[in-house]
């Protein structure tokens, strides 16, 4: 097999999450235990706790992991930036590296993509986040909403699928990861969401 043939990318940025990086791996492993290896690529932002160590581990053991390493920390939009550079699969995943994003609803997310949309948001309808978050987030997506006209309630999940085309065509920097929809949806690409489980963050 040609070692940069891979079907599936899942582009993941990690900002000190050394306590979630290896149950990360196994519950993707798991998922994707009967079907052909996805590329996963992990990029530290500059991480302070121990994660840069776990990755660089995790790189050594794992042929279908590639690492980006930040000397320092760039912010997420710079992170998923970079991954998107790299990916090579034809669908692009996205998930946050904090376990809060469940690997499980990947198959979900790429069903809908397949029905013929360009991007598919997660929804986090029932979010395990406080109510500190919850509702600016609520006010935040209801104006995007407005703004855009995408029935998206939900901009900022951090799961989503892409087609290599989406990607290719946006470019993120600042707090650009936040509008990704809006940004698809400017280019003219189909967006479409689906009901996503969210988790705690421990
Ligand atoms: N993250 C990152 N750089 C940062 C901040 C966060 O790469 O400067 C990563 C973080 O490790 C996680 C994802 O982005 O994988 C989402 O971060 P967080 O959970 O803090 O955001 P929220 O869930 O509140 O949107
Ligand atoms: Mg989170």
Redesign the pocket.
Known sequence: MNVNSYNISIV??????ND?LKILLNEINSVFKNRKKPELIF?D???SDGSTKTLKKIVLDNTHVKLISFKK????SI??NEGFNLAKGDIVIT????L?DDPKEIFSLIDKLNQGYDMVSGWKKNRK?PIS?RWPSKIFNFVLRIATGLKIHDF?C?LKAYKKIVVNSITLYGGL?RYIPALAGQKNFSVSEIVVNHRP?K
Do not use: T
């Open positions: 993941i940025p990690i900002y000190n999450e979630s990029i932002d500059g991480s920390n760039y912010g997420k992170a998923l998930m946050d590296g904090d809060q986040d978050k900022n951090g990861h963050r």
